[in-house]
């Protein structure tokens, strides 16, 4: 195992510190828990947005903390889900009394915690609404889910959700976006290398040299199934298929596209990628409203990537183009 690291039972710590040196105009850490909250937390007067998960998947979540987007992210530690008293820490530390959204992807340990967390921030008087992304079409079940598995479609739910609440809106509202954005939203990813938690010290699956897997989650759990590298052009298609079936977008629909990399593969592949996405969404007549390419929620250093398509109509549109100010999002 070659990784830039000291311990590897202290990398998630070190990764807060050193992300909380590099940006201190923008985040904070909550003494003696991995919650990071925004650097003029609370922010009053509006309803608070709390996400996180496992570390690993960087720049999710704290990379979304800030003026437009979460007002705090718990992180666990590498691909474990958060504890519930963490949790807890980070929403009595946002909550203004406007109340605050849960944001949870759907995996079974985030979802059993963060219920967990919200339960007891209730028993407390504080007032809690949750959502469950599950924007992954691969798969209905997974090694680590009842139904879909929550991905990259998970950042635009921190963008729209976090812009309503940014103008003001009520916890029902900004819950309804949210679920709104949710029933839009549709990703499904392809690996072609594993990755290596630091503290296992070996690569989590094993993937041959000439081999990709398809629909794989951002855990490395199975996909649909393992077949021989393709090109870009081909990836683009079997990715593509799968979520345009399930959206039944028609011709003259609008999307955002989101061109994810899992850490591994370079920015280049992604934008080759892209090319082919979106020529076949032209040739559909679906139009492009804008394209995001990059690293959003990532798998450690695993090559691959997932493609993510939300159907927008004028309110998300309003809402996906709102300020925000964090460090993985800037608009």
């Given amino acids: 195992m070659k990784k830039l690291i000291n311990n590897p039972e202290q990398v998630v710590r070190d990764m807060i510190d050193g992300m909380v040196f590099a940006h201190p105009d923008k985040l904070k850490n909550l003494p003696g828990t991995n919650v990071l909250i925004r650097a003029h937390a609370p922010s009053q007067g509006k309803v608070a947005l709390v996400s996180g998960g496992g570390s690993g998947h960087e720049p999710s979540h704290a990379g979304y903390v800030g003026a437009g987007m ?3 992210a718990v992180a666990g530690e590498v691909f474990t889900s958060p504890t519930p008293d963490q949790i807890l820490e980070a929403i009595k530390a946002v909550d203004t009394g ?3 959204l849960l944001i949870i992807k759907n995996y079974s340990g985030d979802l059993m915690n963060f219920e967990m967390a919200a339960e007891l921030a209730e028993a407390e008087g504080i007032q ?3 959502v469950i992304v599950n924007d992954d ?4 079940n997974s090694t680590y889910t ?3 598995r929550g991905i990259a479609g998970t950042v635009f739910v921190h963008k729209i959700a976090g812009a309503l609440a940014e103008k003001g809106a009520s916890l029902k509202e900004v819950e309804q976006v949210a679920n709104k954005v949710i029933q839009h939203v549709r990703s499904m990813g392809v690996a072609f290398t594993p990755c290596t938690v630091p503290a296992a010290g070996k690569p989590s699956f094993e993937i041959g040299e000439t081999e990709m897997e398809i629909g794989i989650g951002i855990h490395g759990e199975p996909g649909t199934h393992r077949t021989a590298v393709a090109t870009a052009d081909e990836i683009a298609e079997i990715l593509l298929s799968r979520i345009l079936d399930d959206m039944k977008l028609i011709s003259g629909d609008q999307v955002a596209v989101m061109i994810n990399g899992l850490g591994g593969t370079p920015l280049m592949e992604l934008y080759i990628l892209n090319k082919k996405v979106s020529q076949i969404l032209k040739n559909r007549n679906i139009s492009v409203y ?3 390419v990059g690293e959003y929620m990532t798998a450690i250093e695993m090559a691959g990537c997932s493609i993510t398509l939300l159907k927008l109509d004028d309110q998300l549109i309003e809402l996906l183009e709102a300020p ?4 993985a999002w800037k608009k």
């Fill in 146 to 148: 009842t139904g879909r």
């Fill in 70 to 72: 979460l007002d705090a």
């Fill in 137 to 140: 079409v691969a798969v209905e």
């Fill in 128 to 130: 809690v609404a949750k």
């Fill in 324 to 327: 925000a100010d964090t460090i």
């Fill in 98 to 100: 406007n109340g605050v």
């Fill in 290 to 292: 804008d394209t995001y």
